[in-house]
């Protein structure tokens, strides 16, 4: 993040108009100001905090390879599209409700890729099945913990039928659920589905926060062998 007198009025304007938002916006303002992860993708040009989340994934399990077809659903605002771009994805697609802004490397798409419409533009954006399909969506919070996993686990659980759709044997599928895990009918899918299914919660996730990740690998299309 940059430094100087502009950097600093910056900072010192954004505390003064704290101090007119309710107490959430506050603690949410100050977390940002103090959270090491959003200075760093501010330096390293990572349109959000959460492509560290993806970076720490992929280091781990070993997700991106050079030459893969990369599908990002709910890409907004594309910090994982970056991601995988600058980590050697072939063909990366993205798409969001939103508006995004271009990314280099990447095709940007809107639209719900639930629609059938949608779905077939990104198939043929890929050019091909794909390699990886994630899904770090998520709905908005209610406060209410029952209420949000299910929401979330509904969007996931959608995000997993299409990418049984598109991937490619062998394939790979990333999706964000809240603590207490994926549905027994959405794990029982996958592992029939996948070789591998693991629960992990990167380093770059808040600790207050109940988000985790479901990795699914080694995608097999005709099920269980």
Not at 85 to 109: K, N, S
Not at 132 to 137: A, K, N, Y
Request: proline fraction near 5%; glycine fraction near 10%; charged fraction near 25%.
């Amino acid at each position: 993040m940059g430094g100087g007198p502009a950097a600093t009025r910056g900072l010192q304007e954004t505390l003064r108009t704290a101090k007119k938002r309710s107490t959430s916006s506050q603690r949410w303002l100050a977390r940002q100001i103090n959270d090491p992860y959003v200075a760093a993708a501010r330096q390293q040009g990572w349109r959000s905090r959460a492509a560290f989340k993806l970076i720490e994934l992929d280091d781990r399990f070993h997700l991106i390879h050079r030459g893969a077809r990369v599908l990002d659903l709910g890409a907004a605002p594309g910090g994982w599209t970056q991601v995988a771009v600058r980590r050697g994805a072939g063909a990366v697609v993205a798409v969001d409700l939103l508006e995004m802004d271009p990314i280099p490397g990447a095709q940007v798409l809107r639209g719900d890729f639930t629609d059938p419409a949608t779905q077939d533009a990104l198939i043929q954006a890929l050019g091909g099945r794909a390699d990886l399909v994630l899904s770090d969506m998520a709905p908005n919070t209610t406060g209410h913990p029952a209420t949000d996993h299910i929401r979330i686990m509904a969007l996931a659980e959608q995000a997993l039928d299409f990418a049984c759709e598109v991937l490619a044997e062998g394939g790979h599928f990333v999706a964000k659920v809240f603590q207490g895990g994926s549905e027994r009918e959405m794990l029982a899918v996958m592992k029939l589905r996948f070789a591998s299914v693991r629960h992990a919660k990167p380093p770059a996730s808040r600790k207050e926060s109940s988000e985790l990740y479901v990795v699914a690998m080694g995608f097999r299309p005709n099920g269980r062998r």
